[in-house]
């Protein structure tokens, strides 16, 4: 940022601070002209060039490092009330940020944790919540807020754990932090709060700083971005799923998916960053096919994706492949998508899984297509998944074989090796997680 300062008024009184923005940046030959530019802009401001100072000081740019604090535009729900796959739609803006992303990218969202999971906790162990201890940049912050912004409170690892046994000495937590299955059979669906509140796991911390010394750094999650720059200038969006469980008899929830479904509003600040992905990009040539595979929240970049190709006015035909449980509770961007589909610019392909006595999923919406998907293929289409990785994303590659085996008439290890050659051409793209 540079920041000039030098001069005195007539009355005296003290003279303006003139910032230019820390993007821009002054042509060598226009710096001389400074003086002129003041005393255009002042006529009461006496500037002689002797007395101007420059001071530079330099910004460091928003990354993962140092998060812009995103004012929130809105959150609203996408699924309908009483869907079992309580979906939302947030919008941030980035303006002021000099931050950008292209369609594909992921956004990195700074969570909060839960205020009142916090406050158990704290009451659980004995600590002042006002005591002050340091936070993870090395900042003092009392012991409530160090916990709600900075420490992972909820994820069980076995370095906190075996930290936390340090402290109370526990024969149970010995013996289980010596057993690999027992020790990954114990810590999914726990937290901190539960070794806080069990008789055989409690311990006794002599002070706030000595508890926060054992805790982890509260990480980043990160989401594929739901909207396209072009489409949105300034705005950035996500298409978030809400992960709410009940373990050990008590109600839990993703700490970042919770944080945006119930804590944020228009108006509040989300520290976030964009982390690019260049192993998820639309084709260069706006006329070539593609074909999306999206169920669930895996819908997000490819609404990314139409956005842009609307904005370009691109040509190239667009098949998206989306699925839910219940079509009276689960669709996802319908305002959207129903006059994309009537328009003709994009073929819709959904499989509402619970709607019928017999389970229905986007693979299987693929067999039935296949034929088609196999034209699309060999006239040059793109192919791109995004969602779960343990599941769909084997399922819909194992379909898509079978498809280029069957169409394509290919042995097994011809098709593979046709999806190989579509992925040295980045015409099979993966988003999985």
Known sequence: MLLLCGGFFKDSTPPP?????????????????????FSDSFPDLHL????????????????????????????????????AKETIHVDYSLEGSGLSYTTGDALGVIPRNDP?????????LGLDPAAEVPTTDGTPAPLRDALINCY????????????????AQSDKLAAILENKDELKNFVW????????????????????????????????RLYSIASSPDAVP?????????????????QRGGVCSTFMADRIQAGDKVKVFVHCNKNFRLPEDGSTPIIMVGPGTGIAPFRAFWQQRIADNASGPMWLFFGNPYKATDS????????????????????????QAYKIYVQNLMEQAGEEIWQWLE???????????????????????????????????????YLADMKAAKRYQKDVY
């Open 48 to 83: 002689p060039p002797i007395t101007l100072q420059l001071k530079y000081t330099t910004m460091e740019p928003y990354s993962m490092k140092n998060p812009f604090p995103a004012t929130v535009l809105g959150v609203r729900p996408v699924t309908k009330p009483g869907s």
């Open 189 to 220: 669906g726990r937290d901190l709060l539960d070794l806080a509140t069990c008789p055989d796991c409690k311990a006794c911390f002599p002070d706030a700083a000595a508890f926060v010394a054992i805790l982890p750094k509260l990480t980043p």
């Open 379 to 417: 006239n040059g289409a793109a192919f791109y998944m995004c969602g779960d990785a343990n599941r769909m994303a084997k399922d819909v590659e194992k379909e898509l074989l079978a498809i280029i085996s069957k169409y394509g008439n290919r042995s097994e290890e011809e098709a593979a090796a």
């Open 234 to 250: 300034g705005q950035v969006s996500l298409c978030v799923g809400a992960v709410r469980y009940t373990s050990h008899d008590r």
């Open 152 to 167: 992972d409170i909820t994820g069980l690892k076995k370095g906190t754990l075996t930290k936390w046994n340090a402290v």
């Open 332 to 355: 996802c961007y319908e305002d959207e998508l129903a006059p994309l589909v009537e328009s003709g610019k994009l073929k819709l392909s959904v499989a509402w899984s619970r709607d």
């Open 17 to 37: 601070l003139a910032f230019i923005p820390p993007h821009y940046q002054i042509p060598p030959t226009q710096k001389r002209l400074l003086p002129r530019f």
């Open 116 to 124: 009142a999971l916090v406050d158990q906790l704290i009451e659980a």
